[in-house]
Structure formats: C-alpha cells, structure tokens
C-alpha cells in the first residue's frame, strides 16, 4: 500500500532521503535532481524536469506516484504552496522559457499540447459525478442562468455564454464593462455560474456574494482546493490545469464548463 504523500516540504525531503539508495537508477536521479533544485520545481514543468535530471518524462510520473502523489501536477502544487511572494509577471515567465530552449512555437505547441493531455486525463480522473449533478440541478431549475468570470477566467464565462445562447437557455453575462452596474438583474429565480481560479478575482467574488446575498442559487467553477470559496457557494466543481512554464491553458476548464452547459440544457427539456 502507497503512503500518503508528505504534507510538507521537508516532509517530502526526508522520505527522498530514505529512500535513497534504494531505487532503480532513473528514479534515484529524480530524487537527486529534485533534492538539490527544490526550488525550481514549483515553475518548471514536468518535461523540463525529466531533461535536467537525464530522465524521461515517464520517469518522473513514477517517482511521484512512488512518493505517494497521484502524478506531477499534485507534487508541484506542495512547492508552489510554498512559494514565498507573487506569482511571476509575464515577462519574467517568458523569460525563463526563452532561458529552458522553448522559444521555438513548435516546441511550444507540443509542451502545451502535453500540459492540456494531462489535464484532461486529470479532469477523467478527479471528477466528482455527484457535485456535477447536483450543480445541473441547481442551474437546470433557473429562470436565468448569469455567468460571471474576469480575467484569464473571461473566456469561460464568454464561451458558456455563446453555448447556452445557442442551445435556447436564457443568461446574462457580467462582462464587466459597466462595472458591476449588471448586479440589478439578479432577480428571484435565477441563478449564478462564476468562474473564478486563485488568485480570485475580487469582482466575481462580490458578484457572487450579491447573488447568495438574494437568495440565488451559486455554483463555482474553480481549482481546488477551493476552500475559500466554500461559504460563497452552494456547489464548487473544482478543476485543475497543468500549466507550462507558469503558463496554464484552459483545456480542461473549457470541457467541463462545456459538458455543464449541455447537461443543463438536456435537463431543463425533461
């Protein structure tokens, strides 16, 4: 049976530290790179690892899951925990793309294409049927479904926005444009999807206070562990992307808020 994975840092420091010695060449070169470059771990991704440790990307997946973490991205998420500071501005992850060699747009389709495939296979893998339903039935039930998400999570929200426009389903979508001048039509029977992913935006979040506030019903679509968001919510569907060099795509965000969309409007025709 697999331990559970460390907690902490030095927790995972230390069962390196004990296994050492005693794994299969490849794995212990994982362990080696990972003990001497702790740091670089938290915005490097799972390719670039395996290339500074000599080891194929596979090699990598299996020491993780060796140290009790279901693959990379679950590793990655303790070193980012303990990041001290912001995230890195654009400039500075560019930059250190440029410094791994991925400068090159075929190298960046491939490394991007890889990030969103593991993604997917996360979303297959952590998907929670129960709070997919229960969050169809909450949406299903409403007069007016209002969609709210600014920043990299605008696109979602637009996209839901054009799904449920063609599929006959009524919504408002909080663009932004005016403000948070939309507030005035969250009105009695609706119901609000906010898509939102840390560090949150504050405009959704208010937005989605407001709406609890009148009594709609609230579901969030977000990363977890999402547990800020928990009194802000009826439902959280919590999804997780596996960036590339500190860049995240929407892969598997835009799937699941797809499939939401058409379970909606499937169970609003029953």
Do not use: W
Not at 89 to 101: N, Q, W
Not at 123 to 138: H, I, S, Y
Request: aromatic letters at 6%; hydrophobic letters at 50%.
């Amino acid at each position: 049976m697999t331990d559970a994975p460390p907690a902490t840092i030095p927790a995972l420091l230390d069962r390196m530290a004990r296994m050492s010695g005693n794994l299969p060449r490849r794995l212990q070169q994982c362990a080696d790179h990972i003990a001497a470059h702790p740091d670089s771990i938290a915005l490097s991704t799972v390719a670039q690892v395996a290339a500074a440790a000599g080891v194929p990307p596979s090699a990598v997946m299996r020491f993780c899951q060796l140290l009790g973490f279901s693959g990379y991205a679950e590793m990655q998420r303790l070193f980012r925990a303990a990041l001290i500071g912001p995230a890195p501005d654009y400039a500075t992850r560019l930059s250190r793309l440029k410094a791994g060699g991925a400068d090159r747009p075929a190298a960046l389709v491939a490394e991007f294409v890889e990030a969103g495939r593991q993604s997917m296979e996360r979303l297959a893998q952590d998907l929670d049927e129960t709070k997919l339903d229960q969050c169809v039935t909450l949406l299903s039930g409403a007069d007016a479904i209002h969609l709210a998400g600014f920043r990299r999570s605008f696109p979602v929200a637009a996209y839901l926005a054009y799904v449920f426009d063609k599929l006959g389903v009524p919504t408002v979508l909080h663009d932004g444009v005016a403000g948070l001048g939309q507030l005035s039509a969250l009105r009695p029977g609706d119901a609000l999807l906010a898509i939102t992913f840390a560090p949150y935006s504050e405009e959704t979040l208010t937005i989605a206070r407001e709406a609890r506030a009148r009594g709609l019903p609230v579901v969030i679509l977000t990363d977890p562990p999402a547990t800020r968001l928990a009194p802000t919510a009826d439902a959280i569907l919590t999804v997780t992307e596996v960036d590339f060099g500190a860049f995240r795509s929407l892969s598997a965000a835009i799937a699941l808020a797809l499939a939401l969309a058409l379970a909606v409007a499937a169970r609003r025709e029953v």
